[in-house]
């Protein structure tokens, strides 16, 4: 079974630029989740997902961030325009049963 | 607001012993899930074990097992027989059940060493 598939692993940008994330969810997988991961940090739930409906994004800072997940299966991450503090690890995860399953990450550095 | 607090920032210990990780956590929720993950220097998100709050007897995987202690809101991982491959952070997870596709809430995770 193929895992949860993010792109791209790594990007460095300047503050005020833009940015996107990817993620493929496990086939069959209706949940889907963005979690941002700060050095030295658990992750933090920014975005989820069910199907292509949003079911909590209490904690997604909406003034430059946004995600959407047209079709119910892959989603985007944006940032635009970035800053100095979204320097983290970007983690899609998508859910089965109680357990989440987690993809590789990106890693964003902004400059 | 659940909350998951791991109090050990960082331990090592030697190959082949065995160590405790600590986790807490709070919550007036009577059903819900706990896990432990697993993030080594690749950054992904390994599940290592994974607890009902509803099952008494404590999950077990491999060299892996926890002690789970439902009143006193405590879910402990033991690893026996440590191994060099072991060496990454440890995050300890919540999740409310019910539907069972809630958020889950992570400690701030335990770095653990070990050492050759």
């Known amino acids: 079974e193929a895992g949860v598939a993010q792109s791209p692993r790594y990007k460095i940008i300047e503050k005020r630029q833009s940015v996107a994330f990817w993620c493929n969810p496990i086939?069959?997988?209706?949940?889907l989740y963005w979690y941002q991961q700060i050095l030295g940090q658990g992750p933090k739930l920014l975005i989820q997902?069910?199907?292509?409906?949003?079911?909590?994004d209490s904690q997604l800072p909406k003034d430059r961030f946004s995600a959407e997940r047209l079709k119910g299966v892959d989603s985007t991450l944006k940032i635009q325009p970035a800053k100095l503090e979204d320097s983290a690890v970007y983690l899609c995860?998508?859910?089965?049963?109680?357990?989440?399953?987690f993809g590789p990450g990106t890693r964003l550095t902004v400059l | 607001a659940q909350t998951v607090t791991q109090s050990q920032p960082e331990m090592s210990v030697q190959e082949a012993e065995t160590v405790t990780l600590s986790c807490t956590y709070d919550?007036?929720?009577?059903?819900?899930?706990l896990f432990w993950y697993k993030q080594p220097p690749s950054r992904q998100m390994i599940l290592v074990i994974r607890?009902?709050?509803?099952?008494?007897q404590n999950a077990t995987e491999n060299r892996f097992s926890v002690n789970f202690q439902k009143a006193a809101k405590s879910f402990s991982l033991k690893i026996s027989d440590s191994q060099l491959g072991d060496t990454a952070m440890y995050f300890c997870?919540?999740?409310?059940?019910?539907?069972?596709?809630?958020?889950?809430?992570f400690g701030k995770g335990t770095r653990l060493h070990i050492l050759p």
């Open positions: 995860a998508s859910n089965s049963w109680d357990t989440q399953y």
């Open positions: 086939s069959g997988h209706a949940t």
């Open positions: 997902f069910q199907n292509n409906g949003v079911v909590d």
């Open positions: 919550t007036s929720e009577n059903n819900y899930y």
């Open positions: 607890q009902e709050a509803y099952k008494q």
């Open positions: 997870a919540f999740a409310h059940g019910g539907v069972g596709d809630d958020k889950i809430i």
